[in-house]
């Protein structure tokens, strides 16, 4: 009985929201291709008024930042929909090697922005969920896989993906 609890606990803790993702990758241009569609029953960050979410967009190469790209925010949602395209330069050779690194923020004007939820896709995966999103773009070159992401604690992540470390 003390371990059912314990689970739900522990389930509780983690429902930062989720994140709808959309990665293919094209072999002959070296394009690593996401389409960030939509996150839904985001932690809301500000109680009056509902999050201003957007998603910062990393990949890293080994344990090497290469590149950061940011979805717009919209305001007052904790279910956006972004629906927004970003395009990265990585040779197959380098593929095996590279970890994005998506997270979710709330935008906040007044000071830094609020940390709602992380996962990494690739080399250093958060998960196996996202270990799946990986293979499963790995093995379907130049079509889109879409997948649905539970999204993790900086902590989680940090513990688990060294590609989560090398990130802001």
């Not at 990393?58 to 629906?83: A, C, E, M, W």
């Not at 927004?84 to 970890?99: C, M, R, T, W």
């Amino acid at each position: 009985m003390g371990t059912f609890f314990a689970f739900i606990e522990k389930k509780n803790e983690v429902e930062l929201g989720e994140l709808l993702l959309s990665l293919n990758y094209l072999p002959s241009a070296g394009r690593l291709n996401v389409d960030v569609i939509r996150a839904k029953q985001l932690l809301q960050t500000d109680v009056s008024q509902g999050s201003d979410p957007f998603v910062k967009i990393q990949l890293v190469h080994g344990l090497k930042l290469v590149k950061t790209k940011k979805t717009s925010f919209l305001r007052g949602t904790i279910d956006p929909f972004y629906n927004e395209s970003f395009s990265f330069k990585v040779p197959q050779e380098e593929l095996e090697n590279a970890s994005l690194v998506f997270t979710v923020f709330g935008h906040n004007m007044k000071s830094s922005n609020d940390f709602i939820g992380r996962i990494v896709i690739g080399q250093y995966s958060s998960g196996p969920s996202e270990s799946n999103h990986w293979r499963r773009m790995l093995n379907t070159h130049r079509t889109a896989v879409e997948q649905w992401h539970s999204l993790r604690s900086r902590a989680e992540c940090d513990r688990v993906s060294p590609a989560s470390l090398e990130v802001t």
